[in-house]
């Protein structure tokens, strides 16, 4: 199985990639939905695997930056 991170900020535009997003994705990915201003903590994690700005999904290593909702430095605290 696959796993993958959705990472969000919460915002409408990042609640509509989920929506929208995950539905389409195969029963074969497991997927970890990641509110980063609910989890400020998982931020640094985010940032070392390549997420520059949310909403963002990671599968395998490989992130996909789903149109833009806000920038990850602006969710460091």
């Not at 915002?11 to 929208?20: F, G, I, T």
């Not at 509110?35 to 700005?53: C, F, I, M, W, Y």
Request: hydrophobic share 50%; aromatic share 4%; glycine share 8%.
């Amino acid at each position: 199985m696959t796993k993958a991170v959705f990472y969000h900020a919460g915002c409408p535009v990042c609640v509509s990639a989920e929506q929208q997003l995950l539905g389409l994705l195969s029963d074969n990915v497991q997927v970890e939905v990641v509110h980063l201003g609910e989890r400020p903590t998982r931020v640094a994690e985010a940032e070392r695997l390549g997420v520059q700005s949310v909403p963002a999904l990671v599968v395998d290593g490989q992130v996909l930056h789903i149109n833009f909702g806000a920038a990850l430095a602006d969710l460091k605290a």
